[in-house]
């Protein structure tokens, strides 16, 4: 176990509706990373969470934003889900290095969401 | 452009035996590497990365190989067991600062036993 949890495990919203995926990241880490997962697909990077500001985005669109809190956790928000939305969301945590070198970043089990 | 390729989709291997899993990278300025395996309904889970300035770095069981010189990473596995089915990817930092994680599309692998 990574010690990354993420809710729901599952769920299933209709064309135009509003998603909010959360995220809980390993004890220390201060960075979250978003990823999108399409059935057979390597994962695509969304975003990334550090300290509360966004640290990069991926390509994808203004309606996939989110939010870091305080204790580092985080949530995903998917504003008019389309149908290609479909996908294993996943989040991975981390702590950059001091020096800032690249550090490892642990996933979470994801959550699976069904467009319909 | 960036990307992450692997040369094989699936790979099959009898219980017991050695499996390489390869991959080719397109990005000469990365130099951060990991290994993810990825079973059914779960998150990736890390098994082993190696920086640039190595070429080579064992773990249990695992040994990952960089060739920079014509971009080429691998994985090895030793004495392979059922349980090393699953979807093995390679993934390689790309933008310095921000820690993305470039994957590619990943190889099954499926022990026979």
């Known amino acids: 176990e990574t010690g990354v949890t993420q809710s729901p495990t599952h769920l299933i919203k209709t064309r135009g509706q509003q998603v909010t995926l959360r995220c809980s990241s390993q004890?220390?880490?201060?960075?979250v990373s978003w990823y999108q997962q399409a059935l057979g697909q390597g994962p695509q990077f969304i975003f990334q969470?550090?300290?509360?500001?966004?640290?990069g985005r991926g390509n994808f669109p203004p309606r996939f934003s989110g939010l870091q809190f305080p204790n580092y956790s985080s949530e995903l928000n998917v504003n008019a889900l389309e149908l290609d939305d479909s996908a294993l969301y996943l989040c991975a945590s981390s702590h950059p290095g001091l020096a800032g070198g690249q550090e490892t970043q642990y996933f979470g089990p994801g959550t699976r969401l069904l467009v319909l | 452009g960036e990307s992450v390729g692997l040369h094989l989709p699936t790979l099959s291997v009898q219980e017991g035996d050695n499996s390489i899993i390869n991959c080719a990278y397109s990005n000469s300025a990365s130099d951060y590497f990991i290994w993810y395996k990825q079973e059914s309904g779960k998150g990736p889970q890390f098994i082993i990365d190696i920086r640039s300035n190595m070429d080579k770095r064992q773990g249990q069981r695992v040994t990952v190989l960089l060739n920079k010189t014509v971009k080429h990473l691998s994985l090895q596995i030793a004495a392979t067991q059922p349980g090393d089915s699953a979807v093995y990817f390679c993934?390689?930092?790309?933008?310095?600062?921000?820690?993305?994680?470039?994957f590619g599309t990943g190889t099954r692998l499926t022990i026979i036993p």
């Open positions: 993934a390689e930092i790309t933008n310095f600062g921000n820690e993305k994680l470039t």
């Open positions: 004890s220390g880490h201060n960075t």
């Open positions: 969470y550090y300290r509360e500001e966004e640290n």
